[in-house]
């Protein structure tokens, strides 16, 4: 029998996903998670998925308001399907380049031959 590899295609198998209630889609989440950690090869990331699920999911078990469960539970799934991708336990940074930083230099002056811009 050949060992199934864990993609982010067949992580979560989303027809059953999509019928679960939110508690038991938040209970997939966390079980799928640790199973993924159990797979990583690395020791210290395996430790350091494991510590993240537990405290994440501990600090927000007391969550009411069904959009921010099932705004967590999206971002619980994003980011296994993502440290799947790019085969990377941690989230992805995002940069926000706040518009004023950012400066576009004025297209080049046709008629300027110096090629200082």
Known sequence: MSKKILTAYNAIDHTFFSQLSQRNKALYMYRSILRLANKWESDSQRED???????TF???????????????????????????????????????????????????DPKDESGIC
């Open 49 to 55: 998925i494991r510590y993240e699920t537990r405290s």
């Open 58 to 108: 501990q600090k927000n078990k007391d969550l009411t308001d069904p959009q921010i469960i099932n705004d967590k539970i999206e971002e619980a799934r994003s980011r296994m399907l993502t440290a799947l991708h790019y085969n990377i336990p941690y989230e992805k940074k995002k940069y926000n380049i706040p518009k004023h930083q950012i400066q576009m230099k004025p297209p080049p």
